[in-house]
C-alpha cells in the first residue's frame, strides 16, 4: 500500500498548521521505530476506520459514508478501495464502493492496480446488473453507472432517489466524492448519507481550509464522522495527537 493512514480527531478548531509541526515530527523519529511495518500500520488503522464508523459506530452504524478530500490534487481512490476491503471482510452483507466524483482519478484503476478483476455476476437486480462484482461481498458501482445519464446535475431529489436504491440494494456504502473544499457536491452528498470521513494530507493540507469544510458541512447540516491523515511516513505518537 502506497497511503499511510491515521485517524485523527473530529475536532479541526485548532489554528496550528500542519506544517508547523515537522521539527517536532522529525525529532521523533529515531531508531526505536526500526522494524515498523508500514503496511501493516495502515492496515490496522484502516480496520480501526471501519469499527469506528460502521460497525456499530457512533453514535450510531453508519450505513453510507462519503469519503472526500480536502484539497482537490489529493486522491483518495486508494484509501476507499482499502476502506471498502476492510469493510466487506468484517461486515456482514454486501458492500459496494461507488464512484461518485466526476472530476477523480477513478476507482477502477486502484482496484486493477490491486489485482482486483470481475468476478461473474449472478445477482439480478438494475443497479448490479450495471455494476463490476469483485467478490461475494463487495462491489463497484462505476461512476457510469452511479451518475448515468445525469453526469451534468447534482439535483437533490435525483441524488436522494439514487441514494435509496443503493440503500436497498447494498448494505453498506463507501462513496469516493468530490474534493469537499471546492466542490458543494461535496457536502450535499454528505447531508443525505450518514455522513463524512475528510481526507488530509500530510505536510500539505492547511488547517484553515480543513475547517472552512467543516463549517460547510454543519451549514449543511452533515456529520463529519472523522478524518484521516495520508502520506505520512512514520506513526504519531500521543502526544503530538493532542496537539492536533
Same mark, same amino acid.
Request: glycine share 10%.
Given at each position: 500500500m502506497s497511503t499511510f493512514v491515521d485517524l485523527l480527531p473530529q475536532t479541526l478548531d485548532d489554528d496550528s498548521e500542519p506544517e508547523t509541526m515537522e521539527a517536532e515530527r522529525?525529532?521523533?523519529?529515531r531508531p526505536g521505530l526500526v522494524g515498523w511495518d508500514p503496511d501493516g500500520f495502515a492496515e490496522e488503522?484502516?480496520?480501526?476506520?471501519?469499527?469506528?464508523?460502521?460497525?456499530?459506530?457512533?453514535?450510531k452504524p453508519a450505513r453510507q459514508v462519503v469519503f472526500s478530500s480536502v484539497d482537490p490534487e489529493v486522491d483518495v481512490s486508494s484509501i476507499c478501495m482499502q476502506v471498502g476491503l476492510a469493510l466487506s471482510a468484517q461486515a456482514p452483507g454486501t458492500s459496494c464502493l461507488v464512484e461518485a466524483n466526476l472530476g477523480g482519478s477513478g476507482l477502477e484503476q486502484a482496484l486493477e492496480n490491486n489485482? &482486483?478483476?470481475?468476478?461473474?455476476?449472478? @445477482? !439480478?437486480?438494475?443497479?448490479?446488473?450495471?455494476?463490476?462484482?469483485l467478490s461475494n461481498e463487495l462491489w463497484l458501482v462505476p461512476r457510469n453507472v452511479f451518475f448515468g445519464e445525469n453526469k451534468n446535475g447534482w439535483s437533490g431529489p435525483w441524488l436522494r432517489d439514487r441514494l435509496a436504491e443503493l440503500r436497498q440494494t447494498f448494505d453498506y456504502t463507501v462513496l469516493y466524492g468530490p474534493p469537499a473544499s471546492t466542490r458543494s457536491e461535496a457536502a450535499l452528498l454528505a447531508s443525505?448519507?450518514?455522513?463524512?470521513?475528510?481526507?488530509?494530507e500530510a505536510n500539505s493540507t492547511r488547517r484553515v481550509a480543513a475547517q472552512k469544510v467543516k463549517e460547510k458541512l454543519h451549514a449543511a447540516n452533515a456529520r &463529519?464522522?472523522?478524518a484521516i491523515?495520508? @502520506? !505520512?511516513?512514520?506513526?504519531?505518537p500521543e502526544a503530538i495527537y493532542r496537539k492536533l
Open positions: 522529525e525529532e521523533l523519529d488503522q484502516i480496520r480501526g476506520l471501519v469499527r469506528q464508523v460502521f460497525l456499530p459506530g457512533w453514535p489485482g &482486483l478483476g470481475l468476478v461473474p455476476n449472478q @445477482e !439480478r437486480s438494475a443497479i448490479r446488473d450495471a455494476s463490476r462484482r443525505l448519507c450518514d455522513g463524512m470521513v475528510l481526507v488530509l &463529519l464522522l472523522g491523515l495520508s @502520506e !505520512r511516513t512514520f506513526p504519531v
